[in-house]
C-alpha cells in the first residue's frame, strides 16, 4: 500500500485546509487510517484516526473539535478538514494506515501503523 497526502500550505491563523491522502495498491477498507504530525525538533504525534468507514472516529485533545476526519473508501481517501488553525497547528502532517483494524487503544501509537504517506507541510502564520 502507498500512500500520497496533499492538501498543506500557508494559511493564516483561524483559517481551514482540508488534508487528502490517497491510498493505491493492495487497500483494506476495514483498516484504520490516521494523520500525525510533526513539528520541528518535536516527536511525531497522533492527530486523529478513523477505523474502517466510520463511525468511530479519535481525535488529539489538541485538535478535538477543530479537525475532522474523514474517509471515502470507494476513492480509496482519507481526509484531514482542519478549521480555526493555531500557530501551533504548524507541522509536517503525515497520514498512516494500519493492515488490520486497530482497536482503540491502539490507535493513537504510530507504531501501529504500517504504512505512512511522505507529509505535507501546514504553516499557520500571518
Known amino acids: 500500500v502507498q500512500l500520497q497526502a496533499s492538501g498543506g500550505g500557508l494559511v493564516q491563523p483561524g483559517g481551514s485546509l482540508r488534508l487528502s491522502c490517497v491510498a493505491s495498491?493492495?487497500?483494506?477498507?476495514?483498516?484504520?487510517a490516521g494523520w500525525f504530525r510533526q513539528a520541528p525538533g518535536k516527536e511525531r504525534e497522533f492527530v486523529g484516526a478513523?477505523?474502517?468507514?466510520?463511525?468511530?472516529?479519535y481525535y488529539a485533545d489538541s485538535v478535538k473539535y477543530r479537525f475532522t476526519i474523514s474517509r471515502d473508501n470507494a476513492k480509496d481517501m482519507v481526509y484531514l478538514q482542519m478549521s480555526s488553525l493555531k500557530p501551533e497547528d504548524t507541522a509536517v502532517y503525515y497520514c498512516?494506515?494500519?493492515?488490520?483494524?486497530?482497536?482503540?487503544?491502539?490507535?493513537?501509537?504510530?507504531?501501529?501503523?504500517?504504512?505512512w504517506g511522505q507529509g505535507t507541510q501546514v504553516t499557520v502564520s500571518s
Open positions: 495498491g493492495r487497500t483494506d477498507s476495514s483498516a484504520t
Open positions: 498512516a494506515a494500519s493492515r488490520l483494524r486497530l482497536i482503540t487503544s491502539e490507535v493513537r501509537r504510530a507504531n501501529n501503523y504500517d504504512y
Open positions: 478513523i477505523r474502517g468507514s466510520g463511525p468511530n472516529k
